[in-house]
């Protein structure tokens, strides 16, 4: 690890720790040091919000002239001191934390959202693995990312004058992004091998700082490396599933060689998405390699500690690579352990056997983190059943209840979004550490009124509307073919009319074109003289996404009728930055999924800290935070549906949010007293900044993770010594031997007094009763509701070896709904996920 900040250039003596403050990602959410970078070079700082490259790019002479300023070097000492005091202050995990992680969590993910100018990411994934960073080092959660360093990143978006989207792919210089070399003891570049087919694929590794915890980031573009390699970490979501594979090794086995190369052994793995899973593969070659095992006691002592959360809704979602393809680029990776890739593949298949159902099986990467993790969860209560729902071929006779998918919600790290002037008014309302320490579940507001409130959200619509003019000028507004000048450059945008945001990534199921499924109507709104409204919107459509494209396409062809323009504006390039003025200025927040396919949805978990309030389709976070106080639900009650591609519902979706528009949150806002202030407009504010802010907030997310999940696993993993791993996987060989032997023999019933006795007669061929439970399940009906009730061993069978009887007493119900079932017991097993073995009575 380096032992002093990376200085890539000369700096005047009483400046000199200034390398450190830019490359420590603190700034991106705490900006005390903001003057300073305004200061040595105001255009570049406004421009880019990179201190890294501000510094690197003001002359020297600057510098020196700054040193010689009393004014900044008091401003810089101050800051320096807070730095200190921020990395030695006492934090939640230190303080409060009942266990010990170690030496902490390894996170990976393929996408990092941490700020505008360190483009590592496309979207929600991304940005909810950069707040959960941002969140732990609040907390001081001894975290150790991976990722990737891609020279392009994501593609950067424009809009033609015909409203097509295209495509740029602007090359990221790393020495002028805020992350640094990642250098050994010795001051040597830290470099990761991983073979490829018939050569080895070199590595370099950078690190970013972000606040106590750090993010190491791989980039192939060494220049040993052959050019097709040196490209594998260009561009974020290739399309091409060789290089999507490529990637995916890096990240996953190169990632694990970093960690292990620099000697950092964390108690825990978290992969945020399966794009990761090699990481665990490779996690257990080491831990093998360690105690000198086999793979599959190596997978058993690891998994307890392997922690896998999907925030995909649809089973198509998941990577999947072909056997063939695995072969090429997998074999000289595993030529020398004894995992083949036939058993890899068979780890990420519902397929039993590798070749049963067709000649070139794939690996679903999803599925091979589950079967490598010792938890799964997803990231909504809704997002649950639909997980349980996708994940259902891993566990084929399982009911989906039983399938042991959790869930976390997601919460966004809410000084990353407040603004300015709703900092200003929490500080005064809860303190200047409230989210820095564990969040109260609400944090009154007394000390604020109606009009200081009303006069917070006035001064935030207003520097969005500044922002807005400035971004269409930057558009070549005065360009468009539109009809005229002052509409098309915002000049028509008011301060004070309701404005609606929207902005996501447009594809088909996320409906962005929902408010056009009635233009008519739309149009009255837009039109209206007393109670005008505005539309702000924003987002990009994947580079293949040709729906998505079209969709677009449609929302700037609307914007620029003669009786639209001025009024719906589209800001290209949605990022970080034009998501952060966006959150922070509008009045109402509009997300319109089709249910129950948004996995979470935490955009508009970002407007709350900042008074916006929600129109939501009632799905992910929205069918949790939703109460009529806080804000208004589309389809509210929606329950659980099985996912598809139909759109029954996007025309009476569409109807419902008219409604709520034109009968409900368009008068409620514009609904003032004599004074002008809207009354119950505010009380709505102050309910949903009241009751949601710190439940959806990532100190929270984080916080729940810590205590429901990483104790708890690293408690487990404690118990998975080599002894005990090599057992268990001796164990269930002998019992897997035995499985296809066991059944039922008999099953009898007698009813008294409203309640019925179940016997049931059970074969083992062998297998100790103590290592099965028999059980009786009943689904839901009329007559109750679901139960699985587990029956009682009451003696062996004496006429039969290995039988024995089992019973239990229940409700009454009609023959066939009580059906029995066996299936493993073991304390030392999260099950059904680490052994899924069941049989039914047929």
Not at 756 to 781: C, I, K, P, W
Request: hydrophobic share 35%; net charge negative.
């Amino acid at each position: 690890m380096p032992l002093a900040a990376y200085t890539p250039r000369s700096l005047p003596e009483s400046l000199s720790g200034l390398f450190t403050l830019a490359l420590d990602l603190r700034w991106t959410w705490h900006h005390g040091s903001d003057e300073l970078w305004r200061a040595l070079d105001e255009d570049t700082w406004e421009a880019t919000r990179n201190a890294w490259l501000v510094l690197n790019s003001v002359s020297d002479d600057r510098l020196q002239e700054l040193a010689e300023d009393p004014a900044f070097q008091n401003s810089y000492e101050d800051q320096i001191n807070a730095h200190h005091e921020f990395v030695h202050a006492n934090t939640w995990y230190s303080d409060d934390c009942p266990g010990d992680l170690g030496q902490g969590i390894a996170y990976f993910c393929m996408e990092y959202g941490l700020c505008e100018s360190l483009p590592l990411y496309s979207g929600g994934l991304g940005v909810l693995a950069g707040d959960y960073l941002k969140a732990a080092s609040d907390l001081g959660i001894p975290v150790t990312a991976v990722g990737l360093l891609y020279q392009q990143g994501y593609f950067r978006q424009a809009i033609s004058t015909d409203g097509e989207q295209l495509e740029f792919y602007p090359y990221n210089d790393p020495t002028m992004l805020p992350v640094s070399p990642l250098r050994d003891e010795d001051g040597q570049w830290v470099r990761v091998v991983v073979p490829f087919p018939g050569r080895p694929l070199r590595l370099r590794a950078w690190k970013a700082q972000v606040g106590r915890c750090q993010l190491l980031l791989l980039d192939s573009n060494d220049p040993r490396n052959e050019p097709g390699d040196r490209g594998i970490t260009s561009e974020l979501y290739t399309g091409d599933p060789e290089k999507r594979l490529q990637q995916e090794m890096v990240l996953g086995i190169g990632g694990w060689r970093l960690l292990r190369q620099l000697d950092i052994q964390p108690a825990l793995c978290h992969l945020n998405e399966g794009h990761c899973a090699l990481a665990l593969i490779e996690r257990a070659f080491s831990w093998q390699e360690q105690q000198h095992t086999d793979f599959q006691t190596a997978r058993t002592a690891i998994r307890a500690t392997n922690l896998f959360t999907t925030h995909t809704s649809v089973a198509s979602g998941f990577d999947h690579f072909a056997e063939s393809l695995l072969r090429l680029y997998l074999g000289p990776w595993l030529e020398t352990r004894d995992l083949t890739v036939e058993e890899l593949v068979k780890l990420g298949s519902s397929s039993p056997t590798p070749g049963t159902e067709n000649s070139d099986q794939s690996l679903n990467m999803a599925f091979l983190a589950l079967n490598m993790s010792g938890r799964v969860n997803g990231v909504s209560r809704i997002h649950q059943k639909v997980s349980q729902n996708i994940l259902q071929p891993l566990f084929p006779r399982w009911p989906a209840e039983d399938i042991p998918a959790e869930f976390v919600t997601n919460g966004v790290h809410t000084p990353s979004w407040d603004s300015p002037e709703s900092d200003a008014l929490w500080t005064r309302a809860c303190g200047k550490d409230r989210w820095r320490r564990p969040l109260q579940i609400s944090c009154p507001m007394n000390d604020v009124s109606d009009e200081d409130l009303w006069q917070m959200r006035r001064l935030q619509r207003s520097r969005l509307v500044h922002y807005l003019r400035r971004r269409l000028a930057s558009q070549h507004c005065e360009q468009s073919p539109g009809n005229n000048h002052a509409s098309a450059c915002g000049l028509l945008l008011d301060n004070e009319t309701l404005t609606l945001g929207f902005a996501r990534r447009f594809t088909e199921y996320k409906r962005p074109g929902l408010l056009l499924k009635d233009q008519q109507r739309l149009l009255g709104l837009l039109a209206s003289r007393d109670r005008p409204l505005q539309i702000v919107l924003a987002g990009k459509a994947h580079p293949y996404d040709h729906r998505g494209k079209d969709m677009i396409r449609q929302w700037k062809a609307f914007s620029r009728r003669p009786d639209v323009e001025g009024k719906v504006v589209f800001i290209e390039d949605y990022d970080l930055g034009v998501a952060s003025q966006l959150i922070q200025g509008v009045d109402v927040w509009l997300n319109c999924p089709r249910h129950p396919w948004e996995a979470c949805g935490t955009s508009g978990m970002k407007v709350l800290v900042n008074g916006g309030l929600n129109l939501s389709q009632y799905d992910g976070w929205w069918a949790e935070a939703w109460n009529s106080d806080v804000g208004w639900a589309i389809r509210p009650g929606a329950t659980f549906e099985e996912l598809g591609s139909s759109g029954e519902h996007d025309l009476s979706d569409a109807g419902e949010l008219f409604d709520l528009l034109e009968h409900e949150v368009i008068p409620a806002f514009y609904d003032v007293d004599n004074e002008g202030i809207p009354r119950q407009w505010l009380q709505r504010i102050r309910a949903s900044m009241d009751q949601l802010t710190a439940t959806y907030s990532a100190n929270r997310m984080v916080r729940e993770y810590v205590e429901g999940f990483y104790l708890p696993m690293m408690e487990q993993g404690k118990q998975r010594t080599p002894e005990t791993a090599a057992a268990i996987v001796s164990e269930y060989r002998e019992i897997l031997r035995h499985w296809p032997r066991l059944r039922f023999s008999a099953i009898n019933a007698s009813e008294s007094e409203g309640s019925q006795t179940y016997t049931v007669e059970v074969y083992l061929d062998g297998v100790d009763e103590q290592r099965v439970t028999v059980e009786l399940v009943a689904e839901a009906s009329t007559y109750g509701p679901g139960m699985v009730t587990e029956m009682a061993m009451k003696h062996p069978l004496a006429g039969s070896a290995h039988s024995y009887l089992y019973e239990c007493r229940v409700p009454s119900r009609p023959d066939g709904h009580y059906t029995p079932r066996l299936r493993i017991r073991d304390e030392r097993l999260n099950l059904p996920l680490e052994n899924s073995a069941v049989l039914w009575l047929k």
